[in-house]
């Protein structure tokens, strides 16, 4: 049973700040698709601030590089945006497979980056396409690096009377992009595995690739060395075989070996394989 | 023709418009809210039990325990071993202990944490096989529960006859019956100073005779009704809700509602018996078996539930469908402090299709044989002899459900590397097992000249309203607004037995058209047939009792012998055949079913829609039980962390009827229920092997099951 508290809905940024600078223990809901779902398995608070009613937290802009995302937009609102669809491939993918259509139409981005689990389906995209949050309370603004914004499984530097206000990405134009999860059925599963890749190729040359994994560390990361070691390589069965071995080095390193290891390594070597080879 | 066609299910327009209401929706006003507090510990003995917080507390009525029972304390469908509301011990996870009642849901739930119980632990018997030889009795008779075997020709000799022997180990885990609504009912007392429960429940005049023995009162003060049931699958067999929701308006005399929430019908509910499988098959080169020898150990939790039922099931079709002239089959079931585990489609027997399919292509690999083949060649036909030396007289399509699929086998091509096709194929005995289980059915005619249909047949989803109603129709020759019908009603109808073991168009069947008959030469005599109208024989009919009709119908069967099951078990058998095409990426074990060709012996389709719908479910169900449900005691807890198969992970299905009439059914009708789901993981698993050329063993083969044997057989 979901416990007793109150909530509000506001209409404006500025009376979420409020609300979030005046309540006591106090949650942003945006969808609730994680939220009340621990909050039926006990986990309290007292107030929650609905933000789904402000429009300006549901806007989508861009010029090309810089994309801006609206915390309160459903997955399956960045699923079907054809700017996203151009320029950040495995963000719309990640979208379209994240947990069920009703899912997809109550999730949000924001809630998906609030929640901060070693899961989370957008994360990886998120992190190939150099995210930067904006965040803002009564107080004042900040922004904030994806990667510094998680700090640890579902936490996340966000004080209580601050707000996810911009997920801001770039764009990544002439990419090759996709995102791949694995789970124990088709669809509407917590991801096992997941793996999100960006990669410009010049004839038989990677120029630059980007890579993240998901579901295998406490927070989903980028083999910033792999990366680094494919930049202007040739693309042969050789420089792939060496990256993927790289990769599960890099996992090995960041969390030491795991029970689910024995499963997981070969497969995520597989797949960065299978990204790499396009 | 009323039969045989595509006719639209005659609750398809209430469901779609939202209607009918469920047992979860029901409510009475006044009512109390009952919940159960249960057993965290898998096996202890009760010391002490303190209710005063919980009693205290805002809106709690009554807490209701084991000492607050009239009547017996113990129920089961075979033996009664199982407790309502634990007494001094409790035996497993889950295990009912008090019954809070509340004036609202939520007042119940939160009393529910202020109860406090003290357990001293007891040893716990949680491997069936270390139950068998444990000091920890689970009752005080020993821990074996119940042992069968099947002994045909002579075993040895078999084996001595054949050129090669194919003997591997199989396993299966828990499974939850996963209905979409979960045990839900509510009570009342009613102005004749009886007891009324309505419940989602798969049989009702069971429930009603339980019922009457837990509160020491005559049946006839006990009515029960089937409320509109979101599935059962097995598990609305036992007494769910039912007893508690009756002891409960006992004792206050008030409407009660009780209502499980998801994770609580996972914790209680009866699981489809984990199997571990011992299989041996011999057989000589031109592909003719000789011998099977099949070990089989289960493990029933610490209460009986169906568990002879499987222990016995699987036991007696343990060869398949197959003609094998030497048979050992040894099946034991032990009690342990696992979940109790019940009924569920199949009792055992998708379990060892499985491995008897699993078997058939590692013989038909060892001799260099095209699987198809090797199962054309040993199948039952008219006149074989099966395991338990039946005779089979009538009715035995398995080889005409090969010849569906073999057009589609011979002209099979992997498009890619990565897609294998498999075969699996079953027999299923219909009805229960070498006892007798009949159905009554009735009909009358009504003052507003229509034929009422009474039966105690509980529809669960499976379409068996429609069924016999078309059964009706086409005896009489009546229009479907002519007929009306009453079910699930111990008031108003007979018992028909319950809607499992795939019996209720063969057995219910049988009794309306038994009765149906009767009336049908009634009405004839009246002139019904000659154009004088039905509303008119019931203004002349001086003796209203005359306007009823009674049908009866119980299958022909001889009880099985005790020591080698010789007998024979059921009056006739479903025949069927699946061909899979699967899709198996080596990188990440994940298996895809794309395609399934299903052919069904089902004696005559009444419905053919109704038969496609129960073989598509079949294989959703089949595809769950192959490739990912699992229920894990103490980790799976709801649909969160319990996988089963989405219309995402469902295949293509072509469904083929055969129809080699059984003389004894109606209009020469068998049953689909359960064999629709029986062969799917095994061709599933056929296919895996094909694809990979690897096999599992163990089911589920989820995805990290079968990445582990890619990487093994990497080496």
Request: charged share 25%.
């Amino acid at each position: 049973m979901l416990p007793d508290f109150a909530s509000v809905s506001p209409e404006t940024k500025a009376d979420a700040l409020a609300y979030l600078a005046s309540l006591d223990d106090v949650r942003v809901i945006a969808g609730g698709t994680d939220l009340l779902v621990n909050m039926k398995r006990g986990e309290l608070c007292s107030n929650v601030v609905d933000i789904m009613n402000i429009e300006e937290l549901r806007l989508l802009s861009g010029d090309g590089t810089d994309i801006a995302i609206g915390p309160a937009i459903t997955h399956a609102a960045i699923s079907a945006a054809a700017m996203l669809n151009d320029l950040a491939g495995s963000l719309s993918a990640a979208c379209g497979w994240i947990g069920s259509p009703q899912i997809r139409n109550m999730g949000t981005i924001g809630g998906n980056l609030a929640n901060a689990s070693p899961a989370a389906d957008l994360i990886p995209p998120l992190l190939i396409h150099d995210t930067v949050l904006k965040i803002e309370s009564q107080e004042g603004k900040r922004e904030e690096r994806l990667d510094d914004f998680i700090v640890a499984p579902y936490e996340t530097s966000l004080k209580p009377h601050e707000l996810l206000t911009w997920v801001c990405i770039k764009g990544l134009p002439g990419y090759r992009e996709g995102y791949r999860r694995i789970a124990r059925r088709a669809a509407w599963a917590i991801s096992r595995l997941s793996v999100a890749w960006a990669v410009r190729e010049d004839g038989d040359r990677f120029v630059d690739v980007k890579l993240a994994i998901g579901s295998c560390t406490p927070m989903p990361f980028r083999p910033r060395n792999v990366e680094k070691f494919l930049g202007g390589r040739k693309k042969d069965d050789h420089t792939i075989g060496e990256a993927a071995a790289l990769v599960v080095e890099e996992i090995r390193r960041i969390t030491g070996d795991r029970p689910s290891f024995a499963y997981k390594l070969p497969v995520v070597k597989g797949l960065v394989q299978k990204a790499l080879r396009g | 023709m009323y039969i045989g066609n595509e006719m639209n299910r005659i609750d398809a327009l209430d469901k779609v418009l939202g209607r009918p209401v469920y047992a979860e929706d029901l409510s009475a006003k006044g009512a109390l809210f009952g919940c159960i507090f249960r057993s965290t510990r898998p096996h202890a003995f009760i010391r002490r039990i303190d209710t005063r917080a919980a009693m205290a507390s805002p809106g709690i009525v009554k807490v209701l325990s084991c000492h607050d029972i009239p009547g017996e304390n113990l129920f089961g469908i075979i033996k009664k071993d199982q407790p309502y509301l634990a007494q001094d011990r409790v035996r497993c996870i889950g295990e009912p202990v008090l019954i809070v009642l509340g004036e609202t849901e939520e007042a119940a739930r939160k009393a529910l944490q202020l109860i406090e119980v003290e357990y001293e632990d007891a040893e716990v018997v949680s491997d069936p096989f270390l139950s068998e030889d444990s000091t920890a009795l689970i009752h005080d008779k020993g821990n074996l529960l119940s042992r069968r075997k099947v002994i045909k020709g002579d075993i040895e000799k078999g084996f001595k006859e054949a050129d090669v022997i194919v003997e591997h180990t199989y396993s299966t885990s828990w499974l939850d019956h996963a209905f979409m609504e979960t045990e839900s009912g509510v009570g009342y007392p009613d102005s004749k100073g009886r007891i009324v429960v309505i419940s989602s429940t798969q049989n009702i005049h069971y429930k009603q005779k339980e019922i009457s023995r837990l509160l020491a009162v005559p049946e006839e003060k006990i009515k029960v009704v089937q409320a509109t049931t979101g599935g059962g699958f097995g598990g609305k067999l036992d007494v769910t809700v039912e007893g508690f929701i009756a002891l409960s308006v006992h004792h206050t005399r008030r409407p009660v509602v009780m209502r499980f929430t998801r994770e609580e019908s996972f914790l209680s509910n009866t699981k489809r018996h984990p199997l571990y499988i011992e299989y041996k098959t011999g057989a000589r080169k031109d592909g003719i078996i000789t011998a099977v020898k099949v070990g089989i150990t289960g493990d029933t939790g610490p209460f009986a539930s169906y568990g002879e039922t499987v222990c016995l099931r699987a036991a007696l079709h343990a060869t398949g469908p197959y003609e094998v002239p030497n048979v050992h089959v040894d099946s034991r079931m032990f009690y342990t402090n696992n979940p109790v585990s019940g009924a569920m489609r199949g009792f055992g027997i998708p379990q060892l299709a499985f491995a008897h399919e699993s078997q058939m292509d590692e013989v038909a690999l060892m001799l260099k044989m095209d699987p198809f083949d090797i199962r054309m060649m040993n199948a039952l036909k008219k006149g074989s002899l099966t395991a338990t030396s039946q005779v089979l007289q009538n009715s035995v399509g398995i080889i005409e459900t090969l010849r569906k699929v073999e057009p589609y086998w011979r002209k099979r091509s992997k498009k890619e590397d990565r897609a294998g096709f498999g075969l699996g194929c079953m027999y299923y005995g219909i009805g229960n097992t070498g006892v007798s289980n009949p159905a009554n059915a009735c009909l009358n005619i009504t003052g507003d000249g229509k034929i009422a249909l009474h039966t105690g047949a509980c529809e669960i989803g499976q379409g068996s309203d429609t069924t016999l109603v078309q059964i009706l129709q086409e005896t009489l020759g009546l229009k479907i607004e002519d007929i009306v019908l009453v079910r699930g009603d111990t008031d108003t109808s007979k018992d028909a037995g319950s809607s499992s073991a795939s019996r209720q168009t063969y057995i219910s069947g049988g009794a309306v058209f038994d009765a149906a008959l009767k009336m049908r030469q009634y009405l004839d005599e009246k002139g019904f047939y000659k154009g004088r109208p039905i509303r008119e024989i019931y203004a002349s009919e001086a003796d209203k009792k005359l306007l009823e009709h009674n049908g009866f119908f119980d299958p022909p069967t001889t009880p099985v012998d005790p020591e080698t099951s010789k007998g024979s078990p059921y009056a006739t058998y479903a025949f069927a055949t699946h061909m899979t095409e699967v899709e198996v990426e080596p990188e990440t074990g994940c298996c895809t079913v794309k395609r399934v060709y299903a052919a069904h012996d089902v004696g005559r389709a009444i419905n053919l829609k109704n038969v496609r719908g129960q073989i598509y479910g079949g294989i959703a169900m089949g595809v769950g039980f192959a490739l990912m449900e699992e229920f894990v005691p103490g980790k799976s807890e709801s649909f969160d962390n319990y996988y089963m198969p989405t219309s995402m992970d469902m295949p293509d299905v072509e469904v083929f009827v055969v129809e080699d009439r059984e003389p004894t059914g109606p209009f020469g009708a068998k049953g689909v229920g359960e064999p629709a789901l029986i062969p799917q993981a095994a061709s599933i698993v056929n296919a895996i092997k094909d694809a990979t050329g690897v096999r599992p063993f163990e089911l589920p083969c989820h995805i990290e099951r079968l990445k582990m044997l890619l990487e093994k057989a990497k080496g």
